[in-house]
């Protein structure tokens, strides 16, 4: 399974962009990038995902380097609700046709600042 | 459109005995995926499910067992419950066949307690 790296944590000032970044070099080529974030331990929360163009929702953009080794998920301004874990997750195929499954890894607990 | 529903949310059982949660997807979703949340080991994938059918399973005991009913509902049991079973359980649910491309949606999890 393609596995994640994440820094463990990070501060951000509240409405400053909060960049976070993700390593993911062993990913294969039909396997796409999802961010969630948890706050609380309640359920994850989907932002985004993608798979080698850069994205953008109304939470997020999220911006994946052309060799797919490394994306960055930016929050462009920061809010106190925006402190969480955020995970960079690889989702990946396994199991009979057409299953699929997350690969989570430890996640950043992103703080943001007043 | 309500979310992914799992019920119970706490739980308190004891050594050795068996413990079964709900989870009852979106409407209209099919796929459903049970986790396991510890401090030590983070998120861990247990099983998929499909049209009834376990398409996937995590590397877990035999202890640990799913099913999923016509309607999409979906059950995981852990029998012989063991202190290590102590956990966050979640469940997630998305709608397509192929889910690659497709968000998977969580519901709040159910907190499994183990004494």
């Known amino acids: 399974d393609a596995k994640t790296t994440q820094p463990p944590s990070m501060d951000c000032a509240e409405g400053r962009a909060a960049n976070l970044p993700c390593n993911h070099s062993?990913?294969?080529?039909?396997?796409?990038v999802y961010w969630y974030r948890q706050i609380h331990s309640q359920g994850p929360q989907y932002i985004i995902h993608g798979l080698k163009n850069n994205e953008t929702n109304e939470m997020a953009s999220l911006i994946i380097t052309e060799d797919r080794k490394s994306s960055t998920l930016i929050l462009p301004h920061a809010t106190l609700r925006d402190t969480a874990v955020y995970y960079c997750?690889?989702?990946?195929?396994?199991?009979?046709?057409?299953?699929?499954?997350?690969?989570f890894g430890q996640g950043t607990r992103l703080t943001i600042n007043p | 459109k309500a979310g992914v529903t799992q019920t119970p949310r706490y739980l308190i059982k004891t050594r050795g005995q068996q413990v079964t949660l709900s989870c009852s997807p979106i409407?209209?979703?099919?796929?459903v995926s049970w986790y396991q949340q510890t401090p030590g080991q983070g998120l861990q994938f247990l099983f998929e499910y499909f049209s009834e059918t376990q398409r996937n399973k995590g590397n877990f005991p035999g202890r640990f067992s799913g099913r999923q009913f016509s309607n999409s509902r979906s059950e995981m049991n852990v029998s012989t419950l063991e202190l290590g079973d102590s956990a966050l359980y979640l469940c997630?649910?998305?709608?397509?066949?192929?889910?690659?491309?497709?968000?998977?949606?969580f519901g709040q999890g159910t907190r499994l307690t183990v004494v």
């Open positions: 997630a649910s998305s709608w397509m066949a192929d889910g690659m491309n497709t968000e998977a949606f």
């Open positions: 997750i690889v989702r990946v195929r396994g199991g009979t046709q057409g299953a699929q499954k997350l690969v």
């Open positions: 409407s209209g979703h099919r796929s």
């Open positions: 062993t990913i294969s080529g039909n396997e796409y």
